[in-house]
């Protein structure tokens, strides 16, 4: 793929890694250094056009390698320029490959769930015309050596057939693991994943100096035993004063007093002659016969007895008489 800048300045060394950050690499000395903006312009026209190029080659609706996308991921991308054909003098890119980690839910061999974090091949292209050349090969080899990852401990990002066909023929990957989303694994994807945890460096010396101290460890402590169910006293309500329930007196004397401070904010009262006193709180409405049960059983007052010993009226029985003739009777006398 050919661009109308100069690629071999651009991009000195044969294998280029681009990161998030689009900068543009190292140059050799003794020669001349554009702008550092229109540097990194030009590679991000060059991912832009690699990514249109893999997404036609894959017959995908739209590109999914972009510099955006690149600057808004933490994906790496390894770009393979062409050496050898130097068109007008300004090379040539033959393709690129992006990876990045990722975490997945994958299933495994026995159809459990694992949350894993592998490093996942995200879009692969060599130009229609330098395939079957072994540039592909040279690409995904230099990216195993600079992940340090095995081709089985890989998760592809719906793979072609064209790809599926490349790992089979050079990595011996046929057997997959189903999954239930777009990645393919293959077998021995869980080889590494869930190896025993090695002890740690306090077990290990807990049991070092366990093997040199014979000392035998120090007796558990006794606990004192717990008080019987009879020993403990229980709770009285006669001991707590305000559990007490005072009675209350019959009417008329268990009317609420007033208060002796005026409240705060008092009604506004009318200024006419005719305005009704203030009264206290009203009592609840007690039935007829409980009034006068009450009334009954409620002793007289002593300055009632006194009355009624000096009272020249006569017995009571008298008085009851007296009192039961019409009111113009009582009257006359």
């Known amino acids: 793929m050919e661009f109308s800048f100069d690629v071999d300045a651009l991009l000195p060394e044969r294998i280029t890694v681009l990161d998030q950050h689009l900068r543009p690499p190292a140059r050799r000395p003794g020669t001349t250094t554009p702008a550092r903006v229109d540097l990194q312009q030009q590679i991000m026209t060059i991912v832009d056009e690699?990514?249109?190029?893999?997404?036609?080659?894959?017959?995908?609706?739209?590109?999914?390698?972009?510099?955006?996308?690149?600057?808004?991921?933490?994906?790496?991308?390894?770009?393979?320029?062409?050496?050898?054909?130097?068109?007008?003098?300004?090379?040539?890119?033959?393709?690129?490959?992006?990876?990045?980690?990722?975490?997945?839910?994958?299933?495994?061999?026995?159809?459990?769930?694992?949350?894993?974090?592998?490093?996942?091949?995200?879009?692969?292209?060599?130009?229609?015309?330098?395939?079957?050349?072994?540039?592909?090969?040279?690409?995904?080899?230099?990216?195993?050596?600079?992940?340090?990852?095995?081709?089985h401990q890989l998760a592809i990002d719906r793979p072609s057939q064209k790809l599926l066909k490349f790992l089979n023929k050079h990595y011996n990957l046929e057997t997959t693991v189903p999954q239930v989303n777009n990645f393919v694994i293959f077998e021995g994807f869980f080889a590494h994943q869930h190896r025993p945890p090695a002890?740690?460096?306090?077990?290990?010396?807990?049991?070092?100096?366990?093997?040199?101290?014979?000392?035998?460890?120090?007796?558990?402590?006794?606990?004192?035993?717990?008080?019987?169910?009879?020993?403990?006293?229980?709770?009285?309500?006669?001991?707590?004063?305000?559990?007490?329930?005072?009675?209350?007196?019959?009417?008329?004397?268990?009317?609420a007093p007033r208060r002796a401070t005026p409240p705060a904010h008092p009604p506004p009262r009318s200024s006419s002659l005719g305005s009704s006193p203030e009264r206290g709180p009203l009592r609840p409405f007690v039935p007829e016969q409980d009034l006068l049960r009450s009334l009954r059983l409620c002793p007289p007052h002593p300055t009632?007895?006194?009355?009624?010993?000096?009272?020249?009226?006569?017995?009571?029985?008298?008085?009851r008489r007296t009192s039961s003739l019409p009111r113009s009777e009582e009257s006359r006398y």
């Open 50 to 151: 690699l990514g249109k190029a893999s997404a036609k080659a894959q017959h995908l609706p739209a590109p999914i390698t972009s510099a955006s996308r690149m600057q808004s991921n933490r994906h790496v991308m390894y770009v393979l320029k062409d050496t050898s054909a130097r068109p007008a003098g300004k090379g040539a890119i033959i393709g690129f490959l992006k990876v990045g980690y990722k975490k997945l839910f994958v299933l495994d061999d026995r159809e459990a769930h694992n949350e894993v974090e592998p490093l996942c091949i995200l879009d692969f292209y060599i130009h229609e015309s330098l395939q079957r050349h072994g540039h592909g090969r040279e690409l995904f080899h230099y990216m195993l050596q600079k992940e340090r990852v095995e081709p």
């Open 199 to 255: 002890p740690s460096l306090r077990a290990s010396r807990h049991s070092r100096a366990a093997a040199v101290d014979p000392t035998p460890p120090a007796p558990a402590r006794k606990l004192p035993p717990k008080r019987a169910e009879g020993d403990i006293k229980p709770y009285s309500s006669s001991d707590r004063e305000f559990l007490k329930v005072a009675v209350e007196p019959p009417w008329p004397l268990n009317r």
């Open 304 to 319: 009632a007895r006194l009355l009624l010993a000096t009272d020249p009226g006569g017995s009571p029985a008298q008085r």
